[in-house]
């Protein structure tokens, strides 16, 4: 029977934009390693979707094996794909049935194939990348996974786990880089596991252009919101660096945050009203008149906020009303070089106080990272530019991008120009700021490139006065782990700040390093406690837990450091009441629960 | 016993700032009218806390008359005061004991005395100041009210409620206009009633002014508060009319709104985290350094999250951590006059428009309140103006206040220009601005000045595509309604636009009216009916329950119209869940459960 159910790459895409496996992103686009006659290896980054792809890249071969201390073997660089198997699931004929009846008996929307369920018990951390691999999982998959059209066939979903006690794990994009997506173990939950997968809810239900905003169902991804709405002459204003895959109901769920929110805002600012199908039923607005939604209002608790950061734990978002904004008069891009880090830290924090008239996003890059950068550019002199008397060895950047009226970006101009040269900054112009930008889209793509070296990144959020520690002491700590533990090479560590407010600063970190693969020692428990270090070192010096990724089940044993004994309870308390049989028991951050 | 609990007025502030009782605002503060010789009527506020105080109006009492079609009977308007007596409450010489255990045996905290329990049991809408004035409750008045000092002393107490089955309900200021304080009848919740008065938890925990953050009490008023960040050179940007008297923690609990909220924004977005104390324990962040607070997060649903809208009844907010903005380098005041209200909305519309370029507030006054702001001023010919073309009977007045930097300042007031033009508005200058300021605050006053004529106020938020027809609709259903009940005279309905957001406006409406004082026609009655009526329609076109004074006891039934059933059984479950034997049991909002 269970050989009927067979689609699995349907949920990769179709077209021009099949997403790859076992690697970030499309298909059509990930980097290759060319050794030339002469010897010297070129990257090139396929097909012609970024402005970086088709562009030779002579210099990252040699900044890596330099930072790194290692030498790059061009033949162990490319991912060949497993063709694993898995041991069958626990989903039973009956079973099948009863979901098929669910969803209209479409077969082609349910399925137990190995690549499905293997995508859908993992996201896009280091780890999840390995596993997929090398097809070896460490953690349970779900035995199942389904593609609801409708809210009505949520319900049925969810009324099916309720009387059958199935555990529903909502599905968006998987970007996720938390865990949310695992299975809790057999022996903590050892109920049939079946995602729902909400990409195929992606219709926008409507839009009404004279208040700003649109209902959209809650599996449409970045890309297809952001397309739609461009077409009308609107945006949404969220750019998470993943929005080509993530979708509006992951974001909710995960609470996360675009590079443009000083204009824009975040997830809790753009999302409006949602929708949810809870073992509840549905928990939603009433509106008497048509195509309204309430805006601010004072009206109790609303669903939306027991929705942000519910990561998947108390019920399935099945759309949301957002707030969409007229594309910009003018983009535009800047960069401005900095002595040190610090002068930069300085700049930030006095573009902080300018609040409101921050430009739409503005990222500080330190000197490693804008090193990475500019090795990652083509090796053409009309990319060089000016440093002046700054050193490259110490030399910060900032990358700029304005959004909004001419009259506006002149305003934010003169203000950047001012703060530029209080701190000691040059400006760099657009080009700079540009492959700081294609460095963003880049650096997932990178670390597909060679599985030898892994890249791992995380976040938090630090108040301007602990900033400088804690970038500082995250740094020191990646270091004296990976000397610790005899690692070859040298590990490359490089940070940048991504959001800034006004009372502090997102700093996103990447390391990357080499791991020998041999038996004793895999790499996932090698990152794993290097990331848990780094991450107890923030938490002491006054960073948070998460900025953005959220919590799921990679940072959740953190969880009692970040709120008290009453408030876990608390949420305890409020996870049983609105899901009594625990429906959505993906066991992530504050619904984790008491480990069994 | 009982005797010697007799703190009457403590609660009212002492020195120069005592609270008046049974009217709005500072004792030292109330209209009186004067007969002059000459037989015409002005009205002065008395003291001189105001820039209006002291001031003969000469033209009020002529246009309120005129206005409402009836003579103003100088005799008739002042309160006196009446000397109640309330029956005993329920509170035995036990429970006293009970409670002061948990405060120190400070019987100065601790009041049976019926002005405290009369001023305890209401808050400030016309019916609460109808009770106070008249002596006649229709609503229990709690039993005993306690003034806890610590965080411990409100655990202690309600700890006590837990075992001894009592209810608290919290207080603030006492400025709510929803009936939020009031007490649910003994036959739908008989336990003894406490209500738990915060303002002696009044104190500056922390103040961090690099990341512009402060940890305080939530027994704060906003008078208070705002002084003593002043004195620091920073200011917390929310001024919500009633500061003076209203509370931190009431401000989260109702979701309080101010008037600057473009710049500084409304209260979640000033208030970063939140501690409570809840029937589970206490509610709260943890954090490893030194005051510090997360910011912006990813980590599940945070405190604030449950708490913000909770209207008193999931726990006792005891302290927050708040943002705190470097006071403006510059404020100034500009007012633009417009041929008509709908020019006005245009105007107010378009301004919606420049999302963060934004000047920290603007109001809209229609032209009803334009005239009686008009009529609330000095008759001098220094205060007249120039109306151009526009007619006296149409124009509409925007009030505008400027919160920057100079060159924001310069920015911003270029943008009011141009709009203003494009919109045939009139730039009339700060001194219009200020007396639409004034009147603000000198309403509530007003309404308290003529005890026959009452005043009603109430808001709500509408999206743009909506709000022509909402205030259009909601004004004439005011005068069918007064109509329909041949009551004296003329109703004077007003409103102005408060608040705006990209996607709609909050709108406030005023309307004042004579009722007869015969023993059949109770005038809470009449008001409480129209007010229902009005709230009705605004639901019917588009408006929103509340934008900011809540739901209380006074909206609740219309709490099934705009959440669905599945919300409401959800909400009802998380309220038991944190409170599963009603500690908090106040019933407001979406916790007033279902009827008994
Ligand atoms: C290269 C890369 C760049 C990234 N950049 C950013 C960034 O800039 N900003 C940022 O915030 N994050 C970023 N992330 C993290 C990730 O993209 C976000 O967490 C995103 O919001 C996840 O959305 P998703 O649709 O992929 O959700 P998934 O990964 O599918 O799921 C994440 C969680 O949300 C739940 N969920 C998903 N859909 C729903 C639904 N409809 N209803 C209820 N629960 C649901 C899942 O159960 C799970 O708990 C990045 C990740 C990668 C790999
Ligand atoms: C003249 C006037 C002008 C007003 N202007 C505005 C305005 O501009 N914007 C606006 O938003 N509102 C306004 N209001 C309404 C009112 O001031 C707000 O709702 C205010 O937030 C109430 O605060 P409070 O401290 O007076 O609370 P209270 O009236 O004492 O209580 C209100 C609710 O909050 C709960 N509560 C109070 N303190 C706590 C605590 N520490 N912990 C838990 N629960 C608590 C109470 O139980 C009750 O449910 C106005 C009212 C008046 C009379």
Chains 1, 2 share one sequence.
Request: proline share 4%; charged share 20%; hydrophobic share 35%.
């Amino acid at each position: 029977f269970s050989s009927q159910l067979n689609i699995g790459s349907r949920n990769r895409g179709s077209g021009d934009s099949v997403e790859s496996f076992g690697s970030w992103g499309f298909e059509d686009s990930r980097f290759v390693l060319n050794t030339l006659p002469n010897g010297s290896n070129v990257v090139i980054m396929k097909g012609g979707r970024y402005s970086i792809s088709g562009k030779p890249l002579t210099k990252l071969v040699g900044f890596i094996e330099k930072e790194l201390n290692m030498k790059i073997d061009p033949n162990s660089e490319s991912f060949q794909g497993v063709d694993f198997s898995l041991p069958d699931g626990k989903l039973t004929a009956e079973d099948t049935v009863r979901i098929l009846t669910a969803i209209d008996d479409d077969t082609s929307r349910l399925s137990t194939v190995a690549e499905d369920r293997a995508r859908h018990g993992t996201g896009h951390t280091q780890d999840d990348i390995y596993s997929l691999r090398s097809g070896s999982f460490r953690t349970r998959l779900p035995d199942a996974v389904v593609w609801p059209r409708s809210v009505s066939e949520v319900q049925a979903l969810a009324s099916l786990a309720t009387t059958y006690n199935w555990c529903i794990i909502p599905f968006g994009g998987g970007t996720n880089v938390t865990h949310s997506t695992h299975c809790p173990s057999s022996t903590v939950d050892p109920r049939l596991m079946v995602s729902v997968d909400m990409k195929l809810m992606k219709n926008v239900l409507w839009v009404n252009e004279e208040d700003g905003l649109a209902h959209v169902e809650a599996g449409i991804t970045g890309r297809d919101l952001i397309e739609r709405m461009r077409r009308l002459g609107f945006t949404i204003g969220h750019e998470p660096d993943s929005y080509e895959f993530s979708t509006l109901g992951g974001w909710i769920a995960t609470k996360a945050s675009g590079m443009k929110q000083n204009k824009y805002g975040n997830i809790e600012d753009i999302v409006k009203e949602v929708t949810v199908v809870s073992a509840k039923g549905i928990m939603s607005h009433k509106h008497k008149a048509n195509k309204v939604s309430y805006g601010r209002s004072s009206a109790g608790i609303e669903p939306k906020a027991l929705m942000l950061g519910s990561e998947g734990c108390l019920g399935v978002i099945t759309s949301a009303v957002i707030k969409i904004w007229p594309l910009a008069e003018e983009i535009s891009h800047e960069s401005v070089l900095f002595p040190s880090f610090d002068a930069g830290l300085r700049f930030v924090k006095d573009l902080s106080n300018q609040r409101t008239l921050k430009p739409a996003s503005c990222r500080l890059l330190d000197n490693e990272q804008f090193r990475l950068g500019q090795a990652m550019t083509e090796n053409s002199p009309k990319m060089g530019f000016y440093l002046g008397n700054l050193s490259e060895k110490t030399v910060a950047c900032a990358t700029i991008t304005f959004e909004g009226s001419a009259a506006e970006l002149r305003f934010q101009k003169k203000i950047i120009c001012e703060l530029s040269a209080a701190h000691g900054g040059i400006l760099a112009g657009s080009r700079v700021s540009k492959s700081g930008y294609d460095l963003t889209f880049a650096i997932a793509y990178l670390r597909d490139f060679a599985m030898n070296y892994n890249i791992l990144g995380f976040e938090t959020f630090v108040p301007w006065s602990k900033l400088r520690t804690v970038v500082e002491r995250t740094k020191r700590t990646i270091l004296s782990e990976h000397k610790s533990r005899a690692l070859p090479g040298l590990p490359f560590v490089c940070s940048r700040i991504t959001q800034i407010y006004d009372e502090g600063a997102c700093v996103y970190f990447y390391f990357c390093m080499a791991v020998n693969f041999n038996g004793a020692l895999d790499p996932r428990d090698v990152f794993g406690e290097i990331e848990a270090s780094a991450r107890r070192e923030i938490l002491n010096n006054g960073g948070s837990l998460s900025h953005h990724h959220g919590i799921g089940k990679l940072r959740s044993s953190f969880v009692p450091e970040i709120y008290s004994d009453g408030y876990l309870d608390s949420i305890n308390a409020v996870k049983t009441a609105l899901d009594p049989v625990n429906v959505f028991g993906a066991r992530n951050g504050v619904f984790a629960g008491k480990p069994c």
